[in-house]
């Protein structure tokens, strides 16, 4: 169907029943539900909150802008086409058009026009948009941003509704939670009783895979009847006869320094659930109560349904009341489905928080990905894309009918691709490996390539959960594939905690530099940078032997092969199906640490530094306890590292700042590579005799004290 959408921007009188808005710094953002004057649309929920979506073949809206600054606007609208269309928009001032293509099914993502609008009178504006023939397109923002400026990236910048308004960037800032250490590993979920789950999770330790943590998902509060409902949801009671003593469970799981989690969701179904219901109820604890025909845990689909109201401080408190045995007897964190508001996840955070024996303060939950509106969805960071097809990718993203949250392919394009509006959620995690089948058949060709694939991807993804529907004979789990994709598995993930002192690091630059873990440009959204030393290229294609990597500016050292190859160029590189396309910055310093089955078992006290000289390198290591909200009022280290080519001459400053249990010293394997020959090598101007070459690499070990400033120097 051919959809014709004209934005016109006319400099005319206004109308009085116009929306007003503000150009600030050289950008105009709206938010679209916030406009008042519109016809044929109609308020949308969607990922970043509410918006717009017309409902007619003919839907138009009005809005008043006041300009301070001449000059060329470019167009951009965060938004979709709902259904598979060549969808474009024209915008027009006087005589001036552009285009504005909605072609892509996939999201909410930045779409700019292809030229931008000349502003040439100040004052007020009228802006009409109108669309004719197309139903279904769905708009969340609208900016418009003084040409060459900036772009926008996720969900943009905060909405220019007063004359004082300042166009801020939302995302990335100091108001940013960053999770406990053990969430930066391995964490499993799977629909298993207490046999199943204990079993599961000492044959991941005994075959050596690395996990930090196991959640048992909804099936936890009814495993009798697969979920089916509604006696159990929500209970807090659990299944007793397929968990007759989760603290026996989760005692072992402590054992094994494997966190223990369960899934819970923002409603109480009446039926067989009287008393829980009843308590909520008779307080006034629920926001709304409705006959629920969801057959989601609620089999015949009529029960009587009430969902908390968690901005209720006594509804959240009573929430916690019933949590706290399972805390007790060894919980420490929470999986949240079916809703995102804030008052949901402040409620949840807080009981893993304050309830947790392991936690000392800093909670964890993992929440649907949902929608992402409010600001303070930042105190409670990590969030999971939803139910992933395990595909390779999802062309119909999203069909709605299937509840399939994107391939393999997409959640990369949602991490990784800036031009998503999921690209602002700093902790983003995906069912690594797929969840659902979702209407494919159930063999599926190359199955293991693509858990292969996947499982790759997800070693460097900010955070890694596996996991999958209790339909999947597999479970996702690494010993049940191939040994090829085992040997994979195992490769990529202790590569993930070796990097853990690195990858911290970038997380709490996340907080304390604005700065995302993963970058990528909008041309390749599914090649990216972890941090700015480390560039990652998933492999896309089944069957791939070789694919096209472009690299970024600088240049790039293949992990592999130590092959060094000029940025800003397109480079075919071999994939066989147990290489992942990996590169490190030339100029890098890459600190990692001794292997370990899981982050708490892992230390900073050993680390190794990986030195690839080009002129003046620099690196600055972050550290916390991982524990406590310490970091949050400074307790965090910082030492800063740098390297010059020139001069042979490494610096390692005195740690500033300190946190509980910060290492007073630290062995340290410096290896510097490209290195043919070495004659000496001085350690605060001493001679060191312990250094060696090998391969390349000139290795020096040595034991340093972290409140002292130490040098090396090497001819």
């Not at 139903?135 to 990236?153: A, E, W």
């Not at 800032?173 to 964490?187: E, K, Q, T, Y």
Request: glycine share 8%; with cysteine; proline share 5%.
């Amino acid at each position: 169907m051919k959809i014709l959408s004209l934005l016109f921007l006319f400099l005319n009188s206004l109308s009085l029943r116009a929306q007003s808005y503000y150009e600030a710094q050289g950008i105009v953002s709206i938010e679209a539900e916030t406009i008042a004057s519109r016809q044929g649309f109609s308020l949308k929920r969607q990922y970043t909150g509410e918006g717009l979506k017309s409902d007619s073949s003919y839907s138009a809206f009005d809005v008043e802008i006041e300009f301070s600054q001449a000059g060329n606007y470019d167009v951009w609208i965060l938004g979709r086409a709902e259904k598979p269309a060549s969808c474009k928009a024209s915008l027009r001032i006087a005589n001036q058009t552009t285009e504005l293509d909605f072609g892509e099914q996939f999201s909410l993502i930045w779409q700019k026009a292809t030229r931008p609008l000349p502003i040439s009178r100040l004052g007020k504006h009228r802006l009409s948009l109108q669309t004719s023939q197309q139903q279904g397109l769905l708009i969340d923002k609208l900016m418009l941003i003084r040409n060459g400026f900036t772009t926008p990236s996720g969900m943009g910048f905060s909405e220019t509704s007063s004359r004082t308004a300042t166009p801020i960037k939302t995302g990335f800032d100091s108001s940013l939670v960053i999770p406990p250490h053990w969430a930066f590993g391995v964490l499993y979920g799977g629909y298993s009783n207490q046999q199943e789950s204990e079993a599961i999770v000492q044959r991941l330790v005994d075959d050596g895979y690395p996990i930090d943590a196991y959640w048992i998902d909804s099936w936890f509060w009814d495993y009798q009847t697969k979920g089916k409902g509604p006696k159990g949801y929500l209970d807090f009671i659990s299944d007793t006869l397929a968990f007759p003593n989760v603290e026996s469970m989760w005692k072992k799981f402590e054992s094994l320094n494997v966190k223990a989690g369960i899934w819970v969701w923002n409603t109480i179904l009446k039926d067989g659930n009287e008393l829980a219901f009843s308590d909520f109820e008779s307080r006034g604890f629920f926001k709304s109560v409705y006959l629920n025909k969801d057959r989601w845990h609620n089999k015949d689909g009529h029960s009587l349904t009430g969902d908390i109201d968690f901005a209720n401080p006594d509804a959240a408190r009573l929430w916690k009341e019933k949590l706290k045995p399972f805390f007790d007897k060894g919980l420490d964190f929470l999986k949240l489905d079916r809703e995102a508001d804030v008052p949901y996840l402040k409620a949840n955070f807080e009981a893993t928080a304050e309830l947790g024996k392991e936690t000392n303060g800093r909670g964890f939950i993992l929440s649907h990905l949902m929608h992402s509106d409010n600001p303070d969805f930042k105190k409670y960071p990590t969030k999971w894309t939803g139910d992933a097809k395990i595909a390779w990718t999802q062309p119909d993203f999203p069909d709605f009918l299937q509840y399939a949250m994107g391939g393999y392919k997409e959640n990369i394009d949602m991490i990784a691709n800036p031009r998503r509006s999921t690209y602002e959620i700093p902790f983003l995690a995906h069912d690594a490996g797929g969840y659902d089948f979702f209407g494919t058949r159930d063999t599926l060709d190359g199955w293991d390539e693509l858990y292969i694939r996947w499982i790759q991807f997800a070693s460097f993804s900010p955070i890694m959960t596996v996991f999958s529907t209790a339909k999947n004979p597999r479970q996702n789990h690494p010993y049940l594939f191939s040994k090829e994709a085992q040997e994979s598995f195992k490769f990529y993930t202790a590569l993930r905690l070796r990097l853990f002192p690195y990858r911290y690091t970038l997380a709490l630059n996340t907080r304390l530099n604005s700065t995302p873990m993963i970058s990528s440009s909008p041309e390749t959204p599914h090649q990216f940078l972890l941090g700015r030393d480390l560039f990652i290229a998933p492999v896309l294609e089944q069957g791939a032997t070789t694919m096209l990597v472009h690299l970024p500016t600088g240049k790039w050292i293949d992990f592999y092969s130590e092959e060094i190859y000029d940025g800003n160029q397109t480079i075919r590189v071999q994939t066989s199906l147990l290489r992942l396309p990996i590169f490190i910055r030339k100029g890098a310093i890459l600190p990692t640490r001794n292997d370990a089955r899981s982050i708490e078992l892992g230390s900073n006290d050993t680390l190794t530094l990986d030195i690839y000289p080009d002129g003046f390198s620099s690196f600055t290591l972050l550290e916390d306890d991982g524990k406590s909200n310490d970091y949050l009022s400074g307790g965090i280290g910082r030492t800063a590292i740098s390297y010059s080519e020139q001069e042979k001459y490494l610096t390692i400053e005195e740690m500033q700042g300190k946190f509980e249990g910060f290492p007073k010293e630290r062995f340290l394997n410096v290896k510097i590579h490209f290195v043919k020959s070495a004659t000496s090598v001085a350690h605060n101007g001493n001679a060191f005799s312990g250094f060696a070459i090998e391969n390349g690499v000139l290795n020096i070990p040595l034991t340093i004290s972290t409140n002292k400033r130490h040098t090396i120097q090497w001819k």
